[in-house]
């Protein structure tokens, strides 16, 4: 989960009764998840319509995400993820970097029955940079590299909550590609903390594109794996929009 902040992740890590906060209202991470790649070949490029705004791309609470409601915590910037992960990769800070002419990030969306949430994020990209991304998505080492960044932002995390985190690891998992998607990485990290106990945090991205509008979409869970049904039902709805350039 390239990118995540540890202010955003402590929300999370709140939520699961680890630094002794409140857990009455849902909270939400920020950032990218992370993680088992599989890829597809992109679809061709084509302009969207002048009036596309990145905000037209973006997650909502539509059929498909039942129990879900909008939850408090950090806005994200609607950035894409990959400029963190450049020394892993070993490229260029210019061979990723984003040259959007807009960004949006939907609204972070939680369950707080099964303790998932979910949010995506949109750019409307030049000519070329869909492909460019999706062939970064191939790179051998993109799923693990993913993962440590996914390790480093929970480790910060924990110990912007006052507590100190021990033994953590990152393991990459392996997940299916949804219909219509360019890319997916899933990762768990585990770590023991001084507040005693286990921080255990899923996180998922699906990666999707088209036309020069990319999307991605965030699931994190903090008990459980998010399901196939939900991660498809959230891509299905993206897939659709993008399809409306």
């Known amino acids: 989960m390239a990118g995540m902040g540890a202010a955003a992740l402590a929300l999370t890590l709140a939520a699961c009764g680890l630094t002794g906060g409140d857990d009455d209202e849902p909270t939400a991470p920020q950032g990218s998840p992370t993680t088992a790649i599989t890829t597809v070949p992109v679809a061709p490029t084509t302009a969207p319509a002048p009036s596309a705004q990145a905000a037209d791309f973006v997650l909502t609470t539509a059929a498909g995400l039942t129990g879900f409601a909008p939850a408090t915590g950090g806005d994200g910037t609607g950035a894409p993820p990959f400029i963190a992960l450049a020394s892993c990769l070993g490229v260029s800070p210019a061979d990723v970097a984003d040259g959007s002419t807009d960004q949006a990030a939907g609204a972070n969306l939680a369950n707080s029955g099964t303790g998932i949430t979910l949010w995506s994020a949109a750019q409307i990209v030049p000519a070329g940079q869909v492909e460019r991304d999706a062939g970064l998505l191939r790179h051998p080492r993109f799923a693990d590299c993913a993962a440590e960044q996914a390790k480093t932002d929970a480790l910060a995390a924990i110990e912007a909550s006052g507590a100190t985190a021990f033994d953590a690891e990152a393991v990459v998992l392996e997940t299916p590609l949804p219909a219509g998607a ?50 498809n039902a959230a891509v299905a709805q993206l897939t659709a929009k993008l399809g409306q350039q």
Do not use: K, M, N
């Not at 023991?192 to 991205?205: E, M």
């Open 182 to 231: 360019l890319g997916r990485t899933s990762v768990v990290v585990v770590a023991g903390t001084s507040a005693g106990g286990q921080a255990q945090l899923f996180y998922d991205t699906v990666y999707l594109g088209s036309g020069q509008v990319e999307a991605q979409l965030h699931l994190v869970g903090r008990i459980d794996q998010p399901g196939e049904d939900l991660v």
